[in-house]
């Protein structure tokens, strides 16, 4: 018997070249994974399907054909037995099936072999057409038995995957859409065509399964890659090579002198080196971007993580400082009532204390509205009340608050205004006057000896603030660092123990809410240091203008009560 090439069987060997490529594509490129390698396996059974079917086509004696003929459906059996067992088990990289799961699925498989095999049983004889397709003459009930065989594991194959897909989440769900949607098309025309038909005495298209089968191990391979997206291109170089490898070695084969058989094998050889080449440039390139991928999602999800576990702790401190809060401000009140003498008078040395404690207390109070400030801010929840007024009078009301505290300290606060009354800004008073008060009360806890200049002016379009001081200055290394949460200075818990590093990270949130900026400038260690602060101001023009759109709102408010 000679293989016949008809056109049927070059496209079944085409099939089934590639059906071998695509499960050897998966197995390569997933090694260790056990269900991917079960593909494989499938794809090797497909093969065999398709290698029996020209055999089969090709046969012009019953004897042959009727060889073939078993082989053609005791392979067609183990497709579906190979795709079950893939199914179960994908996206699974070890085997975890039970043993009782796994023999449910061989046993009937084996049986329905046994039966395929068995002379006179289920495949009784062959009738050789020397035109058409030959026919198989099967016992009818056997036959509808192997057709409910396979529907039945096909379909139980198709469950288990869509079972997975509603268990899966993100990448292993797309991947699963590709197999069960791809693969369910071929799977119906070929169980139509090759099952079904025949059971009626149709031949004529019973090769039509191993062709359109392609599609399905296609399908299921671009379905297994697909997270590799690059990868689409090495498949397609490689088949694209393989074609070409094909037809050169045809060529050689084909020729009609030794001439062209030295020539063909020289292009050939050519060929195989450059197709060899092309792709593992390829490769090596998609394996560098799919690297490239993989780390960013990777980064991408750390992000997302940190992302989640700063909201969780930013929400922790809201909620934590909130009830911290109450109480504080509880013992507070009634230290102030005792050392007003509100319950009666009290030793001097106990007074000594209590005021001690108040004063921490104080602290403590600060402290906890800096942490709420700090989550404020980072949930956006911080709210500002903007208005109109003369940023220069807030400033000189806050030195003069703080003028006894410098005293104390014995330092030379000193006061310079050169606004001339243009200094309104439309800003939200209390955070302002948060920020200058913070500003300034760190100039004086930060300078040993010596002076504190607070400098109010205008600079262009804004409110420039400039507060210098003669204190323990800030090292250039770590001027850029000390706007950020719970950043000091390495000397900073020296001079002032009670610090916590968030002052100035939540002015500079304030101040850039304002469309402000805020910095620092130093010479360096011990040499003073000097916080600029400017936010935008109402030019006077802009505050005439201002005032006239508020008189006519008024007026026009007036106008229809009058009427
Ligand atoms: P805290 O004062 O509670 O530590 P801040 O955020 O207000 O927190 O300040 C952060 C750090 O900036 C301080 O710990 C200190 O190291 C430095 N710093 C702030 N103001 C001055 C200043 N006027 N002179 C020198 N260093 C300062």
Not at 404 to 426: I, M, Q, Y
Request: some cysteine.
């Amino acid at each position: 018997m000679i293989l016949e090439f008809d056109i049927i069987n070059i496209l079944i060997a085409l099939s089934t070249v590639a059906n071998l490529l695509y499960g050897f594509l998966v197995y390569k490129r997933t090694q260790g994974s056990t269900s991917n390698s079960l593909f494989f396996l499938l794809a090797i059974a497909v093969s065999a399907w398709g290698i029996s079917m020209i055999v089969f086509r090709s046969a012009d004696s019953v004897l042959p054909a009727l060889v073939a003929a078993r082989w053609l459906y005791a392979a067609a059996a183990a497709i579906p037995t190979f795709f079950l067992l893939f199914a179960l088990l994908y996206p699974q990289k070890k085997y975890t099936l039970r043993h009782r799961t796994t023999a449910l699925v061989l046993i009937p498989y084996t049986f329905i072999t046994l039966l395929v095999f068995l002379p006179n049983a289920f495949i009784q004889s062959v009738v050789i057409n020397a035109t058409g397709e030959h026919s198989i003459i099967f016992d009818q009930n056997l036959h509808v038995l192997y057709a409910f065989f396979v529907a039945g594991v096909f379909s139980t194959g198709y469950i288990a995957l869509i079972r997975t897909y509603l268990k899966q989440k993100g990448l292993v769900r797309m991947q699963i859409v590709y197999i069960l949607f791809g693969a369910m098309v071929p799977t119906l025309v070929g169980l139509f065509t090759n099952l079904i038909l025949p059971i009626y005495g149709y031949f004529q298209w019973n090769w039509m399964g191993q062709i359109s089968i392609a599609a399905t191990t296609g399908l299921i391979t671009y379905g297994i890659l697909r997270h590799r997206i690059f990868n689409i291109r090495v498949i397609a170089t490689e088949l694209l090579i393989f074609v070409v490898w094909v037809i050169a070695f045809l060529r050689i084969v084909l020729s009609k002198d030794t001439a062209a058989v030295v020539f063909n094998t020289v292009a050939f050889g050519a060929l195989i080196l450059v197709g060899y080449w092309l792709i593992k440039s390829v490769t090596r390139e998609v394996e560098t971007r799919e690297k490239l991928e993989k780390i960013t999602h990777k980064l991408q999800e750390t992000n997302d993580r940190l992302k989640e576990l700063d909201r969780q702790k930013s929400e922790f401190l809201s909620i934590a400082t909130h009830q911290l809060r109450g109480p504080l401000a509880g013992i507070r009140g009634h230290l102030s009532l005792i050392i007003d003498g509100s319950y009666g008078s009290i030793p001097e040395r106990a007074r000594d204390v209590i005021t001690r404690v108040f004063t921490s207390s104080g602290l403590l109070a600060q402290t906890i509205n800096d942490f709420l400030d700090v989550s404020r801010i980072e949930q956006g929840r911080m709210k500002y009340e903007m208005r109109d007024f003369d940023c220069d009078g807030l400033i000189a009301g806050i030195v003069e608050e703080l003028r006894p505290v410098a005293e104390d300290r014995k330092l030379e606060l000193s006061f310079e205004n050169a606004c001339e009354g243009v200094c309104t800004v439309h800003a939200d008073y209390g955070k302002l006057r948060h920020i200058f008060f913070n500003l300034i009360d760190n100039a004086i806890k930060y300078t040993e000896k010596g002076w504190i200049k607070v400098h109010v002016t205008t600079s262009g379009s804004s409110v420039r603030t400039e507060i210098s001081d003669s204190g323990i200055g800030i090292d250039p290394e770590e001027v850029d660092d000390l706007f950020q949460k719970f950043v000091r200075a390495r000397d900073a818990s020296g001079i002032n123990v009670n610090g916590t590093g968030l002052g100035l990270f939540v002015a500079r949130q304030m101040v850039e809410a304002h469309k402000g900026k805020v910095w620092v400038e130093s010479e360096g260690k011990g040499k003073g240091s000097t916080f600029i602060v400017e936010v935008p101001r109402i030019t006077p023009e802009e505050q005439r203008r201002a005032a006239a759109e508020a008189r006519k709102q008024e007026k026009e408010d007036e106008e229809p009560k009058a009427l």
